[in-house]
């Protein structure tokens, strides 16, 4: 069963267009990190989220945590093709520090 | 930050054989994990690597399958056993920074078992 479900799977869309994607659980976490994994690279780390309701941008990607400290959302403006990657939301590392990944959304951006 | 390398980066094997992948840390870390990907998914977590013991596995992988050592704080190796089709991944190793906030991912091992 998967703590986390992120929606949707995939996104393919043309440069200069916004998105959101979405990463949601009925069980309520601490903290939550967004990951991006371009195409032949290990995930790297975006954001951490720890306060319900908290945005944080970094740059052109704004990221949210729900005030219920259930979900969260990651909004783009303005995609890139370097945007292009695997997105992945897992609930920060407990004292174990383990990660345990949603499934992730695949973003394609088309020049 | 941690830089990891990891070895080899990619391979071919026959079904039957076993693969032993490493994994290198610039630094000491206490925590490093064993993942898997496979082909379109997400990351699932394989085991984590102790040092100087046994390594926890996650349910659904077994020791025997994928024995992990761990002998020193900067290296740790993964072998993926009587391999077949079906364990065609990439397989990463992870490691925390010192403050337990953030996970550094090594570049994967494309194994593909024909």
């Known amino acids: 069963t998967q703590l986390l479900e992120q929606s949707p799977q995939f996104l393919s869309i043309q440069e200069g267009e916004n998105l959101t994607v979405y990463c949601n659980s009925s069980?309520?976490?601490?903290?939550l990190q967004w990951y991006r994994q371009e195409p032949g690279e290990g995930p790297v780390l975006l954001v951490t989220?720890?306060?319900?309701?908290e945005v944080k941008k970094l740059k052109r990607l704004t990221f949210q945590f729900g005030d219920a400290r259930k979900d969260s959302s990651l909004h783009i403006t303005a995609a890139q093709p370097g945007d292009t990657g695997l997105y992945l939301c897992a609930p920060g590392s407990s004292n174990t520090g383990k990660l345990i990944f949603g499934q992730g959304t695949t973003l394609q951006v088309k020049p | 930050s941690a830089v990891i390398s990891q070895k080899p980066s990619r391979d071919i094997c026959q079904r039957g054989t076993s693969l032993t992948i490493q994994c290198q840390v610039d630094s000491q870390v206490t925590m490093m994990f064993w993942y898997r990907q496979q082909p379109g998914q997400s990351l699932t977590l394989i085991a984590t690597a102790n040092q100087g013991s046994e390594a926890t596995y996650e349910s659904g992988f077994v020791i025997d399958k994928f024995p992990i050592s761990r002998p020193n704080l900067t290296f740790s190796t993964l072998t993926v056993s009587n391999m077949s089709p079906e364990d065609s991944s990439i397989y990463l190793c992870?490691?925390?920074?010192?403050?337990?906030?953030?996970?550094?991912f090594g570049q994967g091992t494309r194994l593909t078992v024909v």
């Open positions: 992870s490691v925390l920074n010192f403050e337990n906030t953030e996970a550094f």
């Open positions: 989220v720890v306060t319900g309701g």
């Open positions: 069980s309520v976490f601490s903290s």
